[in-house]
């Protein structure tokens, strides 16, 4: 569902994405937010590495998971929310580099069920190297108790 009536995402996405402790712990910040993309970059930090020094999966698929949830944030009424129900992440290349970007873009807009897709990006001196792929399916929740926007 396109909610082009909704142009109060930008500010709705920005205040959910500071309460979130998860992407404050990692350091992340929301660096773009436009209709159906949202991406998200955080700075490389060894205490976000596994044993070989390069970025965690599992830090890879919470910012992949958060960019894709919050893309698919920009497709919904104020009123509801969202919850991720499954994902699938691809690792493709070692996550080495200064800085990190994950982009996340709903393929697939609905009323109940969203399906976006990520992409997560080391940063260093050169071109962006592509890390992993996510995709990621999200329900739409209405009038659950202790979820909402």
């Known amino acids: 569902m396109t909610v082009a009536g909704h142009a109060d995402f930008e500010e709705r996405i920005r205040n959910s994405f500071a309460r979130q402790g998860a ?3 990692l350091g992340a910040e929301l660096t773009r937010i436009s209709q159906g993309v949202v991406e998200i ?3 490389f930090d060894l205490k976000l590495t596994q044993q070989h020094g390069i970025l965690h999966a599992g830090v ?6 958060s960019a894709c949830s919050y893309a698919a944030y920009t497709q919904i009424e104020p009123e509801v929310s969202l919850l991720t129900i499954e994902f699938k992440v691809n690792l493709m290349s070692p996550g080495r580099g200064e800085r990190f ?4 873009e709903v393929t697939k807009p609905g009323s109940n069920i969203i399906v976006a897709d990520g992409r997560g990006y080391a940063l260093s001196d050169g071109p962006a190297k592509l890390i992993a792929s996510m995709t990621s399916t999200l329900m739409v929740v209405r009038g659950r108790e202790g979820i909402s926007e």
């Open 23 to 25: 992407m404050e712990t």
């Open 41 to 43: 970059e955080l700075p």
């Open 60 to 65: 890879i698929s919470a910012a992949l998971d």
């Open 101 to 104: 970007l994950f982009r996340g």
